[in-house]
């Protein structure tokens, strides 16, 4: 991989070309044999998938081969193939295979899932930074702090830039960028797991443990399932949504159709993982985009996927499927209907329809007669204040000036970025249900009631203590990330500052066009809070502190004075 690595992302002369393939040769004779003695040493009989995976790498593996180092008359004839990535597929492949068959076992002893988890995340970040720094993923050099900058937006999913993506970045640098996003959208560890459960066929009861707090399995058979699902959705969702998104663009805006495929899944990618990151100078407000509104409407629905969190997505379609099987093939009337949708994807869904609402017909009427002026027909004027309503829940995409929107305008997008996507989802913020427990508790104490009840149910006092728990800080984070930042650049205003760090805090990535002037002690500011904001701030607290044993004693109950 390191060779690999280097080859990448350096020039290569002639003769050291030679010798990396010469490395590549024996890595994948080696690979060979290595799958040949596990199946003739192999006590149990293999899952068919495994085989079918075996059986298509070792032909893939063998094709290679022989157009690269065994046919020269193949190498005229049919030159496509023996392009140097086909080799580079071929090392992934073979480094796919053998990586899944090391033991991997996580010692809660030694790191808890919330250390695993910010940890993970970490060294993600700094690797992704040093691959940015390599001479081939840039068209001129990019220091260290903007390329760690770039990498934890990435990572992050929070898609605020220092340097434009699109001009700044080589395709290779570009293609480390989307690989980020997907990793650090789904999580380094999910893949990992995945992996190793697809070879093996099973996990220690310890692994299990881990990988079901991360992944909130409520049973713990239940865990590759749920990674199994989560990996599912996501592919099954970007692959539809970059082919809509192909079918949308002008093909006369691309230079190749190789240009347009990459420019479909990059942004497919970026939506879903609620990135924001675009290969275009000004995001989707770029001349040529601006008045897409197909492609707008297609990205609009791929970023609120994401954001509505693989839980919730799983619960739709299993209760799509339940209400067409009932209303198709029941006989008679039935009395009693069973709680398919829960009580988390009731309250992530009224949340998130009631926000996306409430934004549009506020910007909607804010902007009528001030940016929305621009847009095309009435049409252009709705699809234009939906995109706006939508994207501050952590997409981070744009198709207006965001500089030049009314002040009021900017702190509605302001609470919506705050707010943020939905639980277990790409996106951030505080989360919609956070948001729905603290407004349903102030009713609850406007109407004297002692607990929070919701569709014949009680919220539980862990949920609500939780809720508050992240609301407070949150603010925190932000506030000090104002107060920083203002001591750091005080030339700025303080609202493009606040702007900025809740952006930063929700992964966003929106910005009022301040991100590329910031300090450098700024800039690391802002690393902190994109990182924080992902990881959550209470994930931190939880890695940081001991967690105390359950006592079998209440101390006396005492009311404190509040107002």
Not at 131 to 156: E, G, H, K, Q
Not at 223 to 235: A, P, W
Not at 273 to 302: D, H, K, M, W
Not at 325 to 333: E, H
Request: net charge positive; hydrophobic share 50%.
């Amino acid at each position: 991989m390191v060779v690999l690595v280097i080859d990448f992302g350096y020039t290569q002369t002639k003769d050291l070309q030679v010798s990396v393939n010469e490395i590549y040769f024996v890595v994948l004779i080696t690979g060979l044999i290595a799958t040949a003695l596990r199946y003739i040493k192999q006590s149990k009989v293999l899952r068919k998938n495994v085989i079918f995976f075996d059986v298509i790498s070792i032909i893939v593996i063998l094709f290679i081969i022989y157009f690269h180092f065994f046919s020269e008359q193949s190498q005229k004839q049919l030159s496509l193939f023996y392009d140097d990535i086909w080799m580079k597929l071929a090392i992934i492949l073979t480094f796919i295979r053998e990586f899944a068959e090391r033991k991997v076992t996580y010692k809660r002893k030694f790191l808890n899932p919330a250390q695993l988890f910010i940890l993970s995340f970490f060294l993600l970040i700094v690797i992704g930074a040093f691959l940015l720094m390599l001479p081939n993923a840039t068209y001129t050099n990019i220091s260290f702090l903007d390329a760690l900058f770039t990498s934890t937006s990435a990572v992050c999913v929070t898609g605020l830039i220092v340097v434009d993506t699109g001009s700044f970045f080589t395709d290779f640098g570009q293609t480390i960028l989307v690989i980020l996003i997907q990793i650090g959208g789904l999580g380094i560890l999910t893949f990992a797991s995945y992996f190793s459960y697809f070879f093996k066929d099973g996990a220690t009861y310890e692994n299990q443990l881990v990988l079901g707090d991360m992944t909130n399995s409520k049973k713990l058979g239940e865990v590759f399932t749920t990674l199994k699902r989560i990996l599912f959705i996501t592919f099954f969702i970007e692959s539809i949504g970059a082919l809509l998104i192909y079918t949308s663009l002008d093909e006369s805006l691309f230079n190749s159709l190789l240009e347009r495929i990459f420019f479909s899944a990059f942004h497919s990618v970026s939506a879903f993982c609620n990135a924001g990151f675009s290969t275009l100078p000004n995001s989707l407000y770029e001349t040529g985009f601006r008045y897409n509104y197909t492609l707008q409407t297609i990205v609009i629905a791929i970023f609120m996927l994401g954001g509505l969190g693989f839980p919730i997505v799983a619960n739709l379609v299993k209760y799509t499927k339940y209400f067409i099987i009932s209303r198709l093939f029941r006989k008679k009337q039935i009395s009693y209907r069973p709680w398919v949708l829960n009580i988390n994807s009731r309250i992530a869904l009224i949340t998130t329809i009631s926000l996306t609402v409430f934004g549009t017909i506020i910007f909607f009427i804010n902007e009528y007669n001030y940016i929305l002026t621009s847009q095309k027909g009435i049409v252009g004027k709705l699809v234009a204040s939906l995109f706006a309503a939508t994207t501050p829940r952590t997409s981070g995409f744009n198709t207006i000036d965001t500089g030049a929107l009314q002040t009021s305008s900017i702190l509605l997008i302001i609470l919506l970025m705050w707010i943020g996507a939905s639980p277990a989802s790409t996106g951030g913020g505080i989360k919609t249900n956070t948001f729905a427990i603290a407004t349903l508790n102030f009713f609850s104490l406007a109407k004297g009631k002692s607990r929070i009840e919701i569709y014949r149910r009680e919220i539980a006092e862990v949920s609500i203590r939780r809720a508050f728990a992240v609301i407070s800080l949150s603010l925190v984070v932000i506030g000090f990330g104002i107060f920083a930042i203002s001591e750091f650049d005080p030339q700025l205003d303080l609202l493009s500052i606040a702007f900025e760090c809740f952006s930063a805090y929700s992964t966003v990535g929106l910005s009022l066009g301040i991100t590329a002037s910031l300090s450098s002690f700024s800039k690391f500011v802002l690393i902190i809070i994109m990182f924080i904001g992902r990881v959550s701030m209470l994930s931190i607290l939880i890695a940081v502190f001991k967690k105390v044993k359950h006592k079998n004693y209440r101390y006396p109950t005492e009311e404190i004075t509040i107002n």
